[in-house]
């Protein structure tokens, strides 16, 4: 199946699209700002789907909404180039290996615990993944920083981001550079007008979700019901991914509800972390071990409204708000804004280098394993799996 990409004129083919999906799927440890990383590799360099502009645009605008960001932004490189079906495909390919993974292991929950697994193995996973966004960084502020404004706007970002490490900073940077960017504009008659015509179904039934669910939580006690609730809640209450959207969890899943031990928890978030693919997917664990005391279909079900629950508000606004978005990018005032927005977006992924080096530690051999990833990406000999794959073994035999 083919779609034509109206800002591009070469066709794509769809088959090896999501197979490029899949392979961001495999590479993508560590978070969004990592995800990021992986993008820029497979759908930039590698494939040219897109551009860095276009990317870093897309990084901008899902850092703004509600839900999974590096999701909801690969989902909109598969709107991009196929529209909603791709899109939706997209979504399957990128969310569904994590899912049945992490729903697998809400089943050996205690053995995994009574093992007490370290995760030490997994040790180089996190020096891998900042080579993944020093490169993206390198890649993405070679193309926003265009003049001392937008040089200044990327320090600003990274800066305010790293001394600040709460959900409402990101947004706000975001949007303080698009105003910079206008002020500080020479040009005129930027508010010309564009047709829009928003795609309101989506919306609607974004509200509708939220809205149902909720009414009908008040009239069935249904466990898997609540569970969808609460975590269709959590994907339109978050904004900045998977380590976000933690607190909320613990809290209404271990401290309120008690459908899990504090220790079951940590041990399915630290699961989380040595997996490839969005950290939402730790949602599925969550709703299988809540779901637990019944049915095997039972557990799998509270899995699946988990999963599901969390990733459909992200999804649906995306559905939203990117046709109105490649509309919305027509109006000058809006493109000159995109300018500032692009460079803080630079800053951020930037600065997430320093802080997961940080997280990892800065020994001999985390940096060793960063510069040699940073090598292999430049030269484009290795592909992003295989440097994944290296680094688990390494962990393992060293």
């Known amino acids: 199946m083919k779609t034509e990409n109206l800002e591009n004129p070469k066709r794509v083919q769809w088959s090896p699209f999501l197979k490029d999906v899949f392979i961001c799927s495999l590479g993508a440890y560590g978070g969004p700002e990592a995800h990021y990383g992986v993008f820029t590799d497979q759908m930039v360099a590698k494939k040219n789907y897109l551009t860095e502009e276009e990317l870093v645009e897309l990084i901008a605008l899902t850092g703004i909404l509600p839900g999974p960001s590096s999701t909801q932004t690969i989902v ?55 080579g993944f966004i020093i490169v993206a960084a390198y890649r993405i502020g070679r193309k926003v920083v265009k003049d001392k404004i937008t040089f200044l706007l990327l320090l600003f970002g990274a800066i305010s981001t790293y001394f600040i490490r709460e959900a409402w900073i990101f947004p706000l940077v975001l949007v303080i550079g698009g105003v910079v960017s206008i002020v500080t504009s020479e040009e005129k008659n930027l508010w010309n007008r564009v047709k829009l015509n928003p795609p309101w179904a989506y919306l609607i039934t974004f509200g509708m979700f939220a809205i149902g669910s909720l009414i009908l939580t008040l009239v069935w006690d249904n466990r898997i019901l609540h569970l969808f609730e609460s975590f269709y809640r959590y994907g339109y ?63 799998v079900l509270g899995a699946i409204a988990g999963g599901i629950g969390i990733f459909l508000p992200g999804l649906l606004l995306i559905y939203f708000i990117y046709p109105i978005w490649e509309n919305l990018k027509k ?26 080096m940080q997280k990892s530690g800065f020994v001999i051999d985390n940096i060793i394993v960063m510069l040699l990833t940073v090598a292999l990406l430049f030269t484009k000999k290795v592909t992003a799996p295989l440097i994944v794959v290296l680094a688990i073994v390494v962990g393992f035999v060293i």
């Open 76 to 130: 909109a490189i598969g709107h991009k180039i196929g529209g909603p079906v791709l899109a939706f495909l997209t979504m399957i390919v990128w969310t569904l290996p994590v899912l049945t993974v992490m729903t697998l292991l809400s089943f050996l929950s205690q053995f995994l615990g009574s093992m007490n697994i370290s995760q030490n193995e997994l040790r180089y996973i996190g020096p891998m993944a900042v």
């Open 237 to 299: 209450l978050v904004i900045g991914g998977g380590q976000v959207v933690v607190p909320l969890m613990y809290s209404e899943l271990v401290e309120v509800n008690q459908y899990m031990t504090n220790q079951e928890f940590l041990t399915g978030f630290g699961l989380v972390q040595g997996l490839p693919g969005p950290m939402f997917s730790f949602s599925a664990y969550s709703g299988g071990m809540a779901a637990r005391g019944g049915s095997v279909l039972t557990q």
């Open 331 to 356: 109006i000058k005032g809006i493109k000159v804004s995109l300018k500032g927005i692009s460079a803080v977006a630079g800053g951020l992924i930037t600065i997430a280098s320093v802080i997961l």
